[in-house]
């Protein structure tokens, strides 16, 4: 047996209101029919994405120097720049702005939990 690829996504976020409130209505994500209890399930593909309650024993506001560092977490939208000017408009910061890469359009965003998440366009 062999591990096949990731199935799961799930970031630990302060305040699961707040963040599946961005993660939807900011970013435009569904929300998937079922979660499990502490957590709010997105209908992303080919995998899944969660903001989930902290688990036992974690501390996001000790995490140094924010939550997620070293992990690259990339998301696909249609059109990355249309996306980065709505969300600089709204005031969600930029981390790094818009590129051509290859992977398309690309920029970095913070979620309100201080992720880091890069969006591209090329599929």
């Known amino acids: 047996m062999s591990v096949t690829g990731p199935s799961f996504i ?13 993660y939807a209505d900011t ?11 502490g957590a709010v399930v997105f209908a992303t593909s080919p995998i899944a994405l ?13 995490a140094a120097p924010r939550p997620g560092y070293g992990v690259a977490l990339w998301l696909h939208a249609d059109d990355a720049q249309d996306l980065h000017d709505r969300l600089a408009a709204a005031g969600v ?11 398309g359009r690309q920029f970095t965003f913070a979620d309100p939990d201080g992720y880091a998440v890069t969006v ?3 599929a």
């Open 10 to 22: 799930a970031l630990q976020v302060r305040d699961l209101g707040r963040a599946a409130a961005f």
């Open 27 to 37: 970013l435009g994500l569904t929300r998937a029919p079922v979660a499990p209890p």
């Open 50 to 62: 969660a903001v989930r309650e902290p688990l036992p024993g974690v501390d996001l506001d000790t």
């Open 93 to 103: 910061p930029v981390l790094a702005d818009p590129t051509d890469g290859p992977f």
């Open 120 to 122: 591209h366009d090329e």
